[in-house]
């Protein structure tokens, strides 16, 4: 089977230890994130065959984080090394009605200064028939979005399935241009991608299947090569106890996931990214666009209960998950 | 502005991590509390000038808790050195029906020996406009009771505003005395006061307005100088899931704030503390008697997700949590 | 009073910290286990004198078992030298629906190796009238069964009363023979026993009586030793949360327990042990069948609070969780 | 083989980790101490019988303490509750020129109010052949002075052997009156005893035997009862390297051990309860003194590398670290 | 007394625990550094009145390094916030032949960004009489370097005394300008600095008194201002042992430390700037020369066995160190 | 360049923190070892291409110990699944005269129960020109000795150049027949090999060059394939201090490296696989045998300061020991 190329800035991720506030703490919890290698580290766990991109400085704390990735089975032999520092955050973990909270450190990163032509996008794309990129890329520097413009233009002329997370952050997109200027332009090379789910009460459960086909019709419309728009669906009660769901358009119609009730949070980052992975690995693996999505939002559902950014868990973990109902039962 | 000093014992907290029994234990975490030192430190965040005041001996673990009061800007210069230990206790938190558990190991501290003329209170109230004081001080001895008592009289010659919280633990007040012998004369002193919510069924979230009128009446009958009783009422369902919600009587009307599901409890000691600090801070700063009971509610919910004695919160972070209803939504 | 002996497999159960999973974990939590050292840790804190049998290789990791079973007034005079080694198992905390884990590495340790005529029955139940035993030793190996069947008769020919739990275990049983075809002969010796209670629905909370006097009629009619059959009814809603309660059957009469609603579920392992020694302590120690039934299930209750193996909590505290009904008010 | 009786106070130590100063601790280690207990710990790994002593409160971490001495074997039947606290020390570990450094906070133990009458030495004394107390008991109060006189008295009566360690700590003795006026009546009783060691240059390694036999001449004519004088010399080159050996005379004769060369000192305290415990060993168990001295003094030699209060080392290590020399070489 | 201003970068210190590499690292602890917040803390700790002055931006981990420092008295009230980030490093202590190693992550620092007209110098000096400032400012960027300067004239026209630490750093001076083009015009406004001892062997313990002469003379000819220059010389054994001894020359008489032998090196990170405070203190409190140079080569000889970048260290401590010629016996 | 194939157990290494003994650990740090994985770690370090053969179980512990692997770049595709176990060790470090001490539970391992035919030896040398293997293997069971062999036959074939490391462990040989038995037929397969150094005294430093090249030449000549006979020297001074060189006999000279003085040793274990593993390197990578002698020792040295069993260093880091002569000063 081809690989797939997982593009964006590879991130340190350091934890205050259980809820304390990060201002309390003396001791951080060293995780390695960012939402593409997220994907790339569930892609392999499910055994797709992945590739790894991004651009780091070559210190300790570098070779610890490839050092991880590598450990999963995730080719790096693409990570190009330059630049002045990796982008790290600092996290906290809420509870109740207090957020988690995150505080970025990541300005001036490798990434952030990648420039157009430093990727050698033919070698990277060799072997490939599959590219995920996200929205934080074109968020964090006009270079990286430029780098990156010219990866989805080599991917589409060498015929590869194009997907996206779009992953909006506020506290990003500093750097001249908004969200809304820059991103339509880049998502006409997806052929997959995630879709804002309508604006409706996610919590009392109501989401009418047309809602997700109305503005997956129009991101498709608006986004000719694409065929596959997935929305999740997250219901915060508290920082500690969500709902969640998904869908998946197809053009044609909308397939809904099971709604799980997320009671006892352990971690919610890279949620997200856990969902787009196994999304990915069904639309490539699995029989059915109904077994894709429940194979994604099972996925994900498990990703709330790890530590980290990293869903740290196997294909078969998630059909005995959907299997059981996500029951917990003890295993013994 | 002026200061606010607030009065009472420095405890060191030593608590078996997780949800350890104390007994399987190997380490113990160090943090430092003490009801007024808690209100002192909501305070100091909050923005307010204080200065903290108790007795405890010179020694370095003295140190290492005067160094964590002075980071957060509070004055310490009037604390008085003497006597012969500082007080401790251990503590292990519960969970669902396994109560938390507090060990004392306070008998015999600085502030238990501490005696009437040791302190200059005239010196400690320069600059300031607000004593606060707890029923912790009554409770440990005659000789802090009349050291208390000789503040209460030097507060009240100098005009300051005078609040209370009763606090009453039923495993202290051994020294001979019981607390309805000697609260009384202590009271009269107060401006501000903590009462006991009637005897009604919390849980069921039926405590009439008029409950809370009559109690209130009677306290500012019985304490002429008293202009404020305020009331928390938590409904305990279990050691991990809690309601939460307080009322204000100024004399005339009854301000209910909101009512919070505390369903993920990290850790309530000093829920009280910060209620009643974040309580002063509005009656201080804040345009009525609504906002301060909502602010004082909600920052006392907020420090049910928060691991130590003191409530490590901001201002913006109460308003926001208020604002935002509680919803805990992850901030990147 | 006599003493109760309690025999089967000693083991170290190595833990990995907070909700990681244990491909994820760099350090491991120490206990000991084994649901007849479990039985025996509560009954020795409860008050009555046990004795502890199994056997063990000489190594440090040994020797810190059993300081650690000593540590509790149990006896360990009668443990037995020998064979190759402590059988271990790691073991990784669920979370909503991702479940507990255990894996074993318990295979070839000296226990399992036990063959019969290695103990000397008549020492060890000297000045005994209690043996307790589970289904986990027959399932270990044929030696191991041929050893516990000559504790049986010589326990049963020197008059102890015998209780067995069932403990069942789908990844044991390797050895060549089924549960089925084993555990009839051995708990013909029974007094005291586990049941499966029938199967229905225990979330929906509606166990009839009759349901658990049937099932307990047949296992009386097949053990004709025995007098008290009894059951526990696990409702799993996630691995955070179980509803628990439990039935005795005397023969007579069915005794129901209250219901208990674990919401916050700390470590469910050794859930059954802690109720099957709180069931012996009450057979032995309470007034009637109904305060056993309680005591038993509210005991159990707690250890789903405790992290490890064993229940740390004493006779008192499970008493005063019965009287509070379980509301996990702070103690100070 | 008839028991040995350990009399003196237990205490709770709390260690900041590694080498921190108390002050930047945010975590401590919980360990258990005392010098008598220390001494039991020892005795009872050597495979002695020991009953340990002392009074105690009766809370959560006393239980702990208790749960760790019966560990190892120790009986406790005797202990005493009652009173209203449990000493403790806080604990920093020194490096080079940085001294190790203790913060007692034991005023107002247990054992401290424990008076004569309290303890039924009868019982206590009966199936014992020996009595071990340390100058510590006689530094912290009057009335336990009185207590542990009363102990001597029927010891002596009894015809039990009777050792005394010195252990002088200029931070006790508080109480009204000195070492010099209360020791001496107290040293009568000892048939055993430490003794100074003649100020002398002990780097250099100069100490005549005839330094020791003067000593010991002067202890055994003061203390007609006293048959052994023992002496540790104990070179100071840093906090993290001394030097270490000793002397036993028996009235006849100066038995000296090897000097060993401390290079690495992982922890210090509880060094010499060690080599009491090995002396008291060695005179009860080995063939002769030369023996008993190179025991107590190897013993004392591995507790320089052990953490925490007690020497956790079985007889068998301590021969094969004197077989070896001290070499240190890897076992696998 | 006067104040003393201490100005330059903070910095969070992220250190793998005991002797890992960082790439082996799964948790790091955080210390705050920066040569000159290490200087202030030393002052402030021995008594001085001192005031740090830095730039940082507003997020948690500032305001976790702002209540550390504040903790020891420091005025922070003329800290300016403003820029993008507060610079970081990661440290691995190293062990024998092993060096410790430190990975920068400072670029781009709210400090780096600091422009001159951003501070109020007339503001942070009012009080003062001492400015401290060290040569890792000039180091980092040319705008640091310009606003540094800027400080240094209004200090001079105020009349302070102005010190300096060279504190050269090989990775950094990346801005464009090397130190010797830089720094020679900085250092005509020193009053008080170190220079660098002659290159001779330190280990053989040979530098003659004429040697320090000649450089000090040469400084002071090419700095009229200068009235005092010191140095260190540190004799590299090992990662782990180290030699120390110090010289100050006042342009008249070269006043030679003792030298320590460090054979159990702790953490060395920080030595010379625990050296830099207690000269700055001892020139401003101490009796003579002498006693100077003494007291700074004994402080900093103790921060040696500190944990983190902070000589936590009372004066009394250092004077005790002094007395007992560094022995490191333990205080009980 | 082709790769090196390296064989051999794989092992879970569970360590005490700090300087606990085993039997006071509450929690085990994990590590993974086996001295033939330890020597692929290091070569992947130093840039060879690496596969690592072993037979291990499938489960979570050993997830992780190939994730550790992989993260290096090592080949782990030829890694064969099956049997039951994955063998373990429990370490403890020691300090001064107390050994390092290791309690193997390694019996019934996957490896141990390895059968010649199970690997396909021709798929594993496929690419390689190098087979590494130790004499642990044929020390652990028959069976693992007869697939060892055939190994060793089949990399004959191919034209394998064979590389051993003795590796005598005297807890292990158990399964019937001594080293000397088996050893000497499957050395004969070696073209380089580490030999045991002449019994003299390494402390002193005498040992002449003859000695080495007497017990060279014997080996070679039992063994005619062999060209290289390697040997370490280490001098025992205690667990904390050790001196450490080596010497590469060619057939003709003996060349000798630099002796290095551990002064404080962090962890000695897998100290010979990383001088293996270095010799491998040097023998493959560096001009000539004086070079690759030195290489090897100096690397080797660096793991003494490093945690775990395998030597987390590069080439760089090694070339710079040598050059700086193992001096430790502090890169920054």
Sequence with gaps: MKKIVSFG????RLSSPGYQRLSQAKQLTIDFGGAEANVAVSLAQFGDSVSYVTRVPQND?????????????????????????????????????????????????????????????????????WFHWSGITPAVSESATLALKEGLEIATKKGLTISMDYNFRGNLWKWGKSADEVMPELMKFNHVMSGTHPDVDVLAGKIDD???????????????????????????????????????????????????????????????????????YGLRNLKNHQETIEFAVAASAIKHTIEGDQNICSKQEVLDFIKTNGLGKIIR
């Design 210 to 280: 047309y809602l997700f086909e109305e503005e997956g019709q129009k991101i498709i419309k608006e986004n000719p090569n694409c065929k596959i728009v997935v929305f999740t669906s997250r219901g915060t009660i508290s920082a500690s106890h969500n709902t969640w769901s998904g869908a998946l358009y197809d053009g044609e119609k909308v397939y809904r996931s099971q709604q799980y009730d997320l009671t006892h949070i352990v971690d919610r980052v890279g949620g997200g990214d856990s969902f787009m992975a196994a999304l990915i």
């Design 9 to 12: 800035e590879l991130l340190i």
């Design 61 to 129: 704390m570098v070779a610890s984080a490839l050092h991880h990735l590598k450990g999963f089975g995730i080719a790096t032999s693409d990570v190009l090394f330059g630049g002045d520092r990796i982008g790290l955050y600092y996290y906290e973990n809420g509870a109740i009605g207090r957020s988690s909270k995150v505080v970025y450190d990541r300005n001036y990163s490798s990434l952030v200064t990648l420039e157009k032509g430093m990727i050698d996008w033919d070698t990277v794309f060799d072997g490939a028939d």
